[in-house]
């Protein structure tokens, strides 16, 4: 076709599907899921939380719930992010409940989203540094599967 047959043509032009499908999970703010592999993340979980204060933090944020499929030791991973920076892992077991858990909602590829809570990461006067340590406001999976 010509450029003015597709510059007036009635058909809408055709783009490409990226709709993810989204599992929201949600809990009574227990926060009771610490994830693995922060100590990896302090960077990111710095960045997100801003400057070390004394106190640390203690803020609410939104977390993905991104599975992962690599070639390797731990097919079942699933990484967590928050704002777009990754901040850890499930637990292999919590990941593995996750899956099932998506598979039973007929969502196998799904991303899941939930309520994290960021805690630490505080600064001494002389310099050290606390980690940063994440907990999801995650379901108790093992009971619905």
Request: aromatic letters at 8%; one cysteine or more.
């Given at each position: ?75 079942n991973a699933v990484r967590v992010e928050i704002r ?62």
């Open positions: 076709m010509g450029f003015f047959t597709n510059l007036f043509s009635l058909k809408a032009p055709e783009t490409p599907s990226d709709k993810k499908e989204i599992v929201i999970l949600m809990d009574t703010a227990k926060f009771e899921v610490e994830i693995t592999g922060e100590e990896n993340c302090q960077s990111g979980l710095e960045a997100i939380c801003g400057p070390r204060r004394p106190q640390g933090a203690n803020q609410t944020e939104t977390a993905l719930l991104l599975l992962e499929d690599k070639n390797g030791r731990d097919h777009g920076r990754q901040v850890g892992y499930l637990s292999p077991k919590a990941a593995i409940l996750y899956r099932q858990h998506l598979m039973t909602k007929g969502m196998p590829n799904a991303t899941g989203q939930c309520r994290a809570v960021i805690k630490g990461g505080w600064i001494s006067s002389d310099g050290r540094k606390g980690l940063y340590k994440v907990w999801l406001d995650f379901p108790d999976l093992s009971k619905r599967v």
